[in-house]
């Protein structure tokens, strides 16, 4: 036991204490264990970091922003630093390509992410300092109080790792301590991620124990911490059956859960776009469908296709892509046997297979690139079971006839991150758009016009949520800065408090030069400087 | 039947469809029923109104701003216009003195809050539009799609009726449909203001049916209701008990609620703010905790009050204030049993009555102001029994004896919507402010300096709002435009799409001169135009 790999927990790399059991990574390409065996962490463990996190909450609440930031960019540094190693380790224990994913999209944003997410804590962007003089009243978004425990999902090793991706950055960005969930299949990228941040925080001379690391606990355990009410709140990543579970047990205390769980994420095909190139589109569509064998949560899953010349093409050539290709590495024999299940499901509700379908030749965890279809009416009739998320390199094709056929399945969905739509350069389509979005917009976080879905970019205007159920609430996205910062702070009103016994940034001097909203006018201005 | 009081449901006044009985207001003062029998809505009602409210949800969201202000103040002048009809129904239904309390505090506060939320509306303040150029993503805050549930409280008739409160006003703002469930301790007051509501509406031009008020339902069909997934969020102002059985079933679908539930606005008395006049501070203290008979949701439900000669010379003359006051009317049978029960539990506990203690002589509901007294040790032995809310002109005396027990009872408490600290002119207690503060500051949404709680100001800096269990989430406060807003708004980006589809606030052209982010800068400009 002693030469396990060490939990991270009140500022010390220790071996766990009393584990319930123990994993391996696996190769998922060979379907082998690899590396040592992680500790699977008891109620024991738990307990110390939770109790760890939460004696630092008060000190990490009264730090300086300049101390959070640089903590964030010396670990964005560290990060890009030691891209070989961990590109390495997350190539092997994922089976994601090491080029370009992992080194050139993945790591530069995960890193980038942490860069942004300083900038809004130096720029004091997320916490809307509001003063209003008449009243004598000063308010802004602060500090939980309270650690915040992460859980980080399989399809992100690096840019939604509980312990380096957005949740992570957001919640440290308003000084709330961390308890960190790694997920159980990418452990050693998990720890050297870790070990990173535990040396940035060290130099950023912040708390050590701001930041819990612990490989992986049970269901069970996850559950009974997440109903604690000494955490300020929860994010999390990852299926709807494990979201909606922590859900309804932070419910039941009061504690904040932004859960972030399934999305089929439609795409409608307008027949104007179609007519224009109804085969590059059938590429494009591929290439997103397939792309990281599909897992991702803003897989395009279900796509709307006429029933018309254009549509029959696209259909075509799309079949072929998809029949043609090899199976597709999968995360693991989990993600396999969901996914499987997933697809028998779509076929017992009436979809038909176009290619793909099952796993497939070849060796590992996988799936063949799985190309369905099924007819507007039907996916009305049973809308419930036509929508059921396939996580891997899945789609449904839902084939319409005539518009109000686009907009009846508009209406049949449930909550989604992002709802797409294609339409022609010559606005021939925007007729048919507005019928479709009037539906659409309301059921998702992320109008998409000519882009397909996955690919979401860190950016203030991004959102990535959507209406339950596709996450626990959809005033909330987990990526953009400084809207994913307002998840894990609550708001501070001061009464006729003297400004002495104020926070800085609600002083009357400016000291930081925030930007703050003084009697209904945005300024960086002294409280009582001419305008 | 026939000339029962009728509902408003789909922009008409109708009789109540298959009610499940019916109910009258009552003269608090004689504790006798006064005015028609309004009827209990039955599953048939509440059916008809979230159908009602929903059909319209859409129209409503697309509506202008500016028609939305329009109604607002249109429904404020109304109010304002009507105020001896109004006042005289409240204060016959309340108890609650006409002069100065409803005529000319509260009538014009709840006018006010329509007006500032008209103000919010027209500057484009609660939506914060984000344009990221490089990205081509543009987000904002938008309506939820669908209707908000609104419970109104027994204790403001007018400035949190669910049919004109803040909760009404904020969903309105967003461009939500409102299904208003009136309290039924003033349903005259609440069909007159709905009256009113539905004339200023059809002025406005409006959807008739963007307000549905029905009288009275029974819990079981309110809990029902709330776990609707056709609801876009719900309002929620009342008893904890009641709150937290709405959000647990609100949670299981998915249904945001706000719910402002109890809190025992905890006051810390300290040495120097003492010392220069205990009396004085005496007087205050009872004012605060008797007007409105203590019916407050910030009323001083604890004070911390050190043993030394300046603390005994304040319990003294507070005694003695409370002792010669008679009882103070309460709004129903119902909060004068819950009062004497919440009494008796605190004297169970261990709390000394030090003045009243009973309902007294004289008709009607009522109780006598109350002062109990316990000491700071035994406070935080029993901390939860001793921190129950007892609502009504009744406050528990936490008698704490050096600096270190302030901190403690600190420590001990649970989340409050205020948490207040008189503190000395000369600086003299302000170590002292800070030990406390500390702890106070992560348990209370709004801090208060030398001002009791009571009196909650309608202001942009205003946090009504706390940690759970005194609100179901910190991050969101009940009052104060735009924050209170947000509640019913959810986030929506658009990516990549062309400016002739998107909504008017977010393109190009600045039309309505909304203040908007654009490239991390807050401005007013058109997109692409020089700063």
Tied chains: 1, 2.
């Excluded at 739509?421 to 016009?449: C, P, T």
């Excluded at 996955?454 to 209406?467: D, E, K, L, R």
């Amino acid at each position: 036991m002693t030469d396990q790999p060490q939990v991270l927990i009140g500022g010390r790399w220790r071996a766990a204490d009393a584990p319930t059991g123990s994993f391996r990574a696996e190769d998922p390409t060979r379907a082998e264990a690899i590396g040592p065996a992680f500790p699977v962490s008891g109620a024991t463990d738990v307990e110390a970091a939770l109790v760890a996190a939460s004696t630092v909450a008060a000190e990490l609440a009264a730090t300086s922003p300049e101390r959070i930031a640089d903590f964030l960019e010396r670990y964005a540094s560290a990060i890009e630093g030691d891209a070989e190693t961990l590109v390495a380790l997350a190539a092997a224990e994922t089976a994601l390509p090491a080029e370009p994913r992992l080194r050139s999209v993945e790591l530069p944003r995960a890193s980038g992410q942490l860069r942004q997410t300083a900038r809004a804590v130096r720029e004091h962007s997320w916490s809307d300092p509001v003063i209003d003089t008449a009243s004598g009243l000063r308010a802004h978004r602060a500090p939980l109080g309270k650690p915040v425990l992460v859980f980080g999902p399989n399809n992100f090793p690096f840019a939604f790792n509980a312990i380096a991706g957005s949740d992570f950055a957001s919640a440290i960005a308003a000084r709330n301590p961390v308890i960190a969930k790694a997920h159980p299949s990418h452990p050693a990228t998990s720890r050297r991620l870790a070990e990173l941040a535990h040396e940035a925080l060290l130099a950023a001379d912040l708390p050590a124990a701001a930041v819990q690391m612990l490989y992986h606990f049970d269901n069970e355990l996850g559950v009974r911490l997440a109903a604690d009410p000494r955490l300020g709140a929860i994010g999390f990543t990852g299926s709807r059956a494990g979201g909606l579970a922590l859900k309804a047990a932070a419910d039941t205390a009061g504690v904040p859960i932004y859960a972030e769980m399934s999305s089929v994420n439609p795409v409608f095909l307008l027949p104007g776009a179609l007519a224009e190139d109804a085969e590059a589109l059938a590429a494009t569509f591929f290439a997103s469908c397939t792309m990281g064998s599909g897992q991702f949560c803003t897989n395009p899953g279900i796509v709307v296709v006429p029933q018309d010349a254009a549509g029959d093409a696209f259909v075509t050539r799309a079949t072929r892509l998809f029949a043609e290709a090899s199976p597709r590495s999968l995360f693991s024999r989990g993600v396999q046997d969901n996914l499987a299940r997933a697809v028998q499901g779509l076929t017992t509700a009436g979809a038909q297979v176009l290619a793909g379908g099952d796993i497939g030749t070849g060796t590992g965890y996988r799936f063949q690139p799985t190309l369905l279809s099924v007819d507007g009416i039907d996916f009305v009739d049973d809308k419930g079971a036509l929508q059921a998320e396939a996580f891997g390199p899945v789609s449904l094709l839902v084939r319409v006839d005539g518009d109000a056929a686009f907009a009846a399945v508009a209406k049949a969905l449930e909550g989604n991150l992002t709802g797409t739509l294609y339409r022609a350069a010559d606005g021939s389509d925007d007729a048919l758009w507005g019928s479709i979005a009037r539906h659409l917009r309301e059921r998702v976080g992320r109008l998409i016009a000519n882009r397909m879905p996955t690919g979401v970019a860190v950016s203030p205007a991004m959102n990535h949520g959507g209406p339950f159920p596709s996450t626990s609430n959809a005033g909330f996205t987990a990526v953009g800065m400084p809207a994913a910062i307002h998840r894990f702070t609550v708001l501070h009103s001061y009464d006729n408090v003297p400004d002495a016994l104020l926070p800085a940034e609600l002083r009357d001097h400016n000291a930081a030069g925030a930007q703050r909203r003084i009697d209904g006018r945005w300024t960086h201005a002294d409280v009582g400087a001419d305008a």
